[in-house]
Structures are given as C-alpha cells and as structure tokens.
C-alpha cells in the first residue's frame, strides 16, 4: 500500500491547531487548565506550532490515578496544550490509517462501536448453518503490553515522512514525559520500551492500528471470513470446530512472534446456542442481552444521580440526558424488564434545607 509523506507540515498548520484545540476543549471548556490555554489561545498556539517546527516539543507529565471500571487500570492524563497536539496528529493520520483496517473491526471509527460490532456477531451466527461455535480471543493486558519497536516498525512502513515518524517515536517512547507504560496492575512494578497510556487519543489510535496486524492476518492468512474485532476482542464464527481450534493455535503463534502479545485464560470457544458475551452484551441467534454487569452498572450509575438529585448537586437535565443515553443503548437489545425496573426505580425527590418547612 502507498506510504505516505508531506503530513508533519500539515500538523502544525495554525487551523489544525485551531481544530485541534476545539476538539480538545470539548465537554471540557470549565475546566481550570483549558480556561488558562483559552485566556492567551493565540500566544499558545504559536508557541506549539514553534515547538513543532523546530522539533522542541516534548510531552509533559502524565496525571496518574486507577479506575476499576470492571477491572483495575492505570489511567494516564496528559496537560490541556499536550492533548491539543494529540489532536492536531490524530486529525491528519487518523484518517490515512482507517483506510487499511477491515470492514469488521468496530473499535474507535466512525461507523463503528460496540453496537454495529454486536449485531455483526448476530448475523454470522445466524447465517451459519448447522451447530455454530465462536472462537473468543482476548489479549491479555493489551495496552500495557503493545511494544514500542513493533509498533515504530509498522508506522514506518506506512509514513515516510521522517519528522512525523520521529515525533510519533517521541510520543511513543515518551523519554521526557516520565512514562513507563508497561505495567504489572497487581506489583505496581513498569517495565520500559512496552505500554501505551490509557487515556490518550493516540493510544487509541495505535492500539487499533497494532492489532490490524492480526486482523490481515486472520482474513488473509487463515481465511476466517466471520471475523470480528473489538480493540483486543477478537471472534470467529465457524460451524467447524477443528478449523477453529486451528485458527485459536495459529493466532496465538502470530501474537506472541509477530506482535509479543499473549492472548489471556478467557480465550474459549463455545457453542453459539449458550449465548456469546461480546462487547458487554449476551448474544444468541435471536436476541441480545445487555450483559448482567453492564445493567448493574448502569442501575448503580442511576441511583448515584438520584442521591445527587436528592443533595440539590445535579439537576433533572443532567438525569434526562443519561437516562436518553442509556435508553438509546438499550434500544438496541431486549431490554424490556430492565427499561421497566430502571423507571420505576427512578422516582426522584429533592432533600428539603435546613429550616425550610
């Protein structure tokens, strides 16, 4: 495919960067950070664009705190002028590298998500005749393991332009910013050259771009024409059994040589009539389920917002508007009881004052 040169001019360009910090600031505009770049936004802006012409820009340091969202991860928050640049290079190669992923893999593109992903699931299962099996394969720890040289190694052969591959290796490699990306959860303990920080655009970006890899490879070199990918969610469908426990030994050899990933003790494969959990969704030939964690999370979620209701610290818009997003979510599988159980759990009242009768 064409490699691709004349893009690092184009990232500096003072309207990406105008661009850049709009998308940037957006939900965001309250916040004490962005108003500070907002109240000298020319001066800079200018200054990042210098920074970029004459190669002296480097990250700042990363903001660290852990979510369990299930799971524990180490979320990695860079500076406001840090995620405009972030911006101003995911608006000019984004695009380039959307152009070689699969019709199939959902994760982070525009036409994608976890609800196009699933329903795809759906339909392959219920094209396939006779008894049908789903490989599930996920990589394990994915972003805290992708590595550093793979991941340069395929850039280079997809840009030749040599001010952008360097100033990606800076973001990537991070040597000023104080990121050791690659890290055991439960030690604490980091390991250099691996890793991509949860919380970047670019992180997003690469993680879908690395494991494009093994997505060439499944359509290409196994022939696995039920293919799907959800960021390291990957799933074959396949009425034969034999050809998929062949496709789970042949895309554990390819991750751990090609791309030194590992693929995790969740990896199965099980009969489609048992229902498929895929991107937080219960999947059979005839209906989806929102998966028993995701509907509690999201009653938990609700229940937080009515207590805060209750304190007078949010108003009946911002209820409005989850309860809009989660319904529209809901929309998309049979969720009858759960929308039932939701609305009659929901009765709000307001905490009157102190000396208030």
Not at 11 to 37: C, G, H, M, P, W
Request: proline share 1%.
């Amino acid at each position: 495919m064409k490699r691709y040169s004349g893009i690092y001019e184009q990232i500096y360009d003072y309207e990406n960067l105008y661009e850049a910090y709009l998308s940037a600031r957006r939900n965001k505009t309250q916040r004490s950070e962005v108003l500070a770049f907002t109240r000298n936004l020319e001066e800079n802006l200018i200054e990042l664009q210098n920074e970029l012409i004459w190669h002296t820009y480097h990250a700042g340091r990363y903001r660290e705190f852990y979510v369990t969202d299930p799971k524990k991860r180490l979320i990695m928050a860079l500076p406001f002028r840090d995620r405009v640049v972030q911006w101003a290079i995911y608006r000019q190669i984004n695009h380039l590298l959307d152009k070689r992923y699969i019709p199939t893999s959902y994760a982070c593109r525009i036409g994608g998500g976890t609800q196009r992903a699933v329903h795809q699931l759906q339909q392959y299962i219920r094209h396939t005749p006779g008894e049908v099996y789903v490989l599930k394969l996920d990589v394990s720890k994915y972003f805290y393991r992708i590595d550093h040289g793979v991941l340069l190694g395929i850039l280079r052969r997809i840009f030749k332009d040599r001010e952008l591959l360097e100033l990606l290796r800076r973001i990537i490699d991070d040597e000023q910013g104080g990121g050791l990306f690659g890290i055991d959860i439960e030690s604490g303990e980091r390991e250099a050259g691996v890793g991509m920080p949860i919380g970047n655009l670019t992180s997003q970006m690469f993680a879908n771009l690395y494991l494009n890899e093994a997505d060439q490879y499944a359509k290409h070199k196994l022939h696995a024409r039920k293919y799907i990918r959800y960021m390291d969610d990957m799933v074959i469908v396949s009425n034969d059994k034999a050809y998929l426990r062949d496709c789970w030994r042949s895309m554990d050899d390819f991750l751990e040589n090609r791309l030194k990933l590992r693929i995790n003790r969740k990896s199965t494969i099980i009969k489609a009539s048992n229902g498929i959990d895929f991107c937080g969704h219960r999947v059979w030939r005839e209906h989806i389920k929102l998966r028993k964690k995701a509907a509690l999370k999201m009653k938990h979620r609700l229940r937080w917002l009515k207590r805060a209701y209750a304190r007078g610290e949010v108003d009946i818009q911002t209820i409005a508007a989850s309860l809009t997003s989660y319904f529209g979510l809901l929309s998309h599988c049979d969720s009858y009881e759960l929308r039932k159980s939701i609305l009659n759990d929901l009765v709000l009242v307001r905490k009157r004052k102190e000396g208030n009768k």
